[in-house]
């Protein structure tokens, strides 16, 4: 279906619970994240749709303006409140019986539908897998930790570094600009600098805050995006104090990488959406179906 943000036409996908008795109360709208449209990566969106919906949870997934099918200029993450708004409201507009929504966003997907958390009292909750926090020295830092870290442990490393396979020098310089950009964000963290916090990590902080709904926070135990939140979990006093509230949930997900993509990390991330949407919205729920079946989707 198409419906319009501020003149431009979005293309969104509408899948609803194939029985419309008790009707649908909880609705998602999934926020994509990156260069990605409505589909997703390995189709993670269209599966978790039908997952949701055949739960009965109604779920919408669009495009944003000027990706996909959608028209309009290409837009930053930080820009797309007028199309999460018009989704949202499209939502609850073709499926009238939805009183509460949640916004289910992966990577920069996640940040956006946090900064806009508090925009509509119909937002009850936001479900933000792998939250998209980069900075240079936070990702400088996820480099040392989690590839020469890694590297360092394996043995096929050092094998290879003993038949040559492998030259030393090749990497030093990379590993000293990271080194030095990590080295550099400690610093101003212990001195209490202004800038210590990255301004985006302060204002993903400042929407989670401002909304007083269940949040789950779900990061891939193999991507470095999850890995830079961890950081910043640990760096960003305004972060560290909102994952504190008792009203987020935070999970780690083993093996799994950024956009899951494999059917077994699809099938385990839908699960732990299910889960954690059961325990926070149970009312909104009728029935434990196949994630493939009892579902329709409007075009």
């Known amino acids: 279906m198409f419906f319009d943000c501020e003149g431009a036409s979005l293309l969104g996908v509408l899948t609803i619970p194939a029985q419309t008795e008790p009707p649908a109360r909880l609705g998602v709208v999934i926020v994509v994240g990156g260069p990605q449209y409505r589909v997703g990566s390995h189709r993670q969106f269209v599966l978790l749709s039908r997952a949701l919906a055949a739960a009965g949870v109604a779920c919408l997934r669009f495009d944003y303006r000027g990706m996909g099918d959608s028209e309009g200029p290409k837009l930053s993450f930080e820009d797309v409140r007028a199309d999460i708004q018009a989704a949202v409201d499209v939502l609850c507009s073709r499926v009238p019986s939805v009183a509460s929504v949640v916004l289910w966003g992966l990577c920069d997907g996640a940040a956006a539908s946090a900064f806009f958390a508090d925009a509509d009292p119909r937002v009850a909750g936001l479900a933000l897998f792998n939250p998209w926090v980069r900075t240079e020295a936070g990702q400088a830092h996820a480099v040392l930790k989690h590839y020469y870290a890694k590297r360092l442990l394996d043995p096929k490393f050092w094998r290879k570094l003993a038949s040559g ?41 400042a929407g989670l805050a401002r909304l007083s709904g269940p949040t789950l926070i779900a990061l891939s135990a193999n991507d470095a995006v999850a890995a830079e939140f961890r950081i910043q979990a640990s760096d960003s006093s305004p972060l560290v104090a909102v994952l504190r509230r008792s009203n987020v949930t935070r999970l780690e997900i083993a093996e799994a990488d950024h956009t899951f993509s494999c059917a077994r990390l699809r099938d385990l991330a839908a699960t732990r959406t299910l889960d954690w949407l059961r325990e926070h919205f149970p009312d909104a729920f009728w029935n434990a179906a196949s994630p493939l079946e009892n579902s329709t989707e409007g075009a």
């Open 165 to 205: 396979n492998v030259s030393p020098f090749a990497a030093v310089p990379a590993f000293w600009r990271n080194l030095a950009r990590a080295a550099g964000s400690r610093r101003a963290v212990a001195a209490g600098s202004a800038n210590a916090d990255s301004p985006l990590t302060e204002r993903l902080a």
